[in-house]
C-alpha cells in the first residue's frame, strides 16, 4: 500500500507519462537521498543557487545556468530576465514592464496548453506574447514581419503538444532571431537531450527536471551568461513566489549526474518491449484495435494505441472507456490528446511490475460489459 493510499486516495496506474497531473516521475533512491541530506542541512540559497547554475552549465554545454521550481517558472524567470535586462528597479516593478520592451514573439501552433497556456508563463514575467502566422501553417516572413522594437526574444516550444505541421523550423527561427539581434529562446521542457538545443545555437534553453530527468520537482534555464544572471536576480522579485527549495535542487544535482550514466538505449528497449506485449494482448480483445506508435515530437519514445474495431460493442464510445479506466481501483490514467478522435494511447515508461497485465484485464472488463 502506497503512502497515498494511506491517506484515503486511490492507486494510480500511470500509462500516461512523465506528467505534471500525476506527479511527473518517481526518482531513484540516490536522488531522494541528495534531497533528504539536502534538507537536512543548512546553506546560503544564493550560493547554492549559483553553484548549482555552473553545475548545470557544465552538464549541458551552456555559459551559465538558473535552476527553477519547474520549467514554467525556468521560462517565466528567462523572460523576467530580458524584459528587465537584469536591472533591480525593473526587476522590482514586476509583472509591470512600464513601458519597456516585452513581446515575445511565437508560432501560433505553439501557443499551447500544457496544464496551463504557455501565455501566461510569458506574461508572469511581464513579458506580451505576440502569435504569429495560422495554426496549422507559419512561414518565416510571419516571423519577420511580428518583429517590432518592442519584441525582447523569439521563442520556439518544442513540445507533442504543439501543432507538428506547418511550423517554421528551428533553425530558420534561430537564424531569423539572430539576424535581428534577438535572443532564441527554446522552450523543451520534456526534452531528453540536455546539449543537443544549446549546441545548435540557442540562447536560453528550459528544461524540466522531473521529467526525464526523474528528478526531485524542478527545472532550469541555460544559456548565456548574462541571461542566466539576469533570470537569476527575479529571485528577489516576481521569482519569490515560484522559489526552489534546497532539497529540490540537490535532488535535481544528483538526477544530472545520475542521467549521464544510465544506458538510455536499453531504457527505450524495455520500453518497446511492453509497448509490443501490450499491443499483441490488446488485439486478442474483441472491439479493440491496438497499435505502436512513435511520440508526435520525434523522440524515442513509443505507444500504444486504441481504437475500436468493427466489432466494438454499438453505442460505446471511446470517452466512456476512457471514464471506466479513470473511475475504478486502482485507476488507470492513459493519455486522451485525441480522445474525441477515438483514440487512447498508453506510455509504457512510467509503468511499473504488473500494470501493463491490470490495463489489459480493465480493458476486457470493459469491452465485455
Known sequence: MSIYQNIGLKRVVNASGRVTKLGVSTISDKVAAAAVEGASSYVVIDDLIDRAGELIAEHTGAEGACVTSCASAALALSIAGLVTRGQWTAVYKLPDPCGAPNEVVLQKGHSIDFGAP???????????????????EVHPEDIEEAITDKTVCLLYVKSHHCVQKGMVDIETMRDIAHVHNLPFVMDCAAEEDFRKYIALGADIVCYSGAKALEA????????????????????????????????????LLAALDQYEARDHAAEV??????????????????????????????????????????????????????????????????????????????????MLEGDKELIVEVLKQIMEG
Open 118 to 136: 504557455i501565455q501566461t508563463m510569458i506574461r508572469l514575467g511581464g513579458g506580451c506574447p505576440v502569435e504569429c502566422g495560422q495554426a496549422n
Open 216 to 251: 526531485t520537482t524542478s527545472g532550469f534555464m541555460c544559456g548565456k551568461r548574462e541571461y542566466a544572471e539576469w533570470a537569476k536576480r527575479q529571485y528577489h522579485g516576481v521569482g519569490r513566489a515560484m522559489k526552489v527549495g534546497k532539497e529540490q535542487i540537490m535532488g
Open 269 to 350: 528497449e524495455v520500453n518497446v518491449a511492453k509497448i509490443d506485449w501490450l499491443v499483441n494482448e490488446i488485439n486478442q480483445i474483441r472491439g479493440l484495435h491496438a497499435e505502436k506508435i512513435q511520440d508526435e515530437a520525434g523522440r524515442a519514445i513509443f505507444r500504444c494505441r486504441i481504437t475500436f474495431d468493427s466489432e466494438a460493442p454499438a453505442g460505446l464510445t471511446m470517452e466512456q472507456v476512457n471514464e471506466k479506466l479513470v473511475s475504478g481501483d486502482p485507476i488507470v490514467w492513459a493519455r486522451t490528446e485525441f480522445l474525441n478522435l477515438g483514440k487512447i494511447d498508453f506510455d509504457p515508461r512510467p
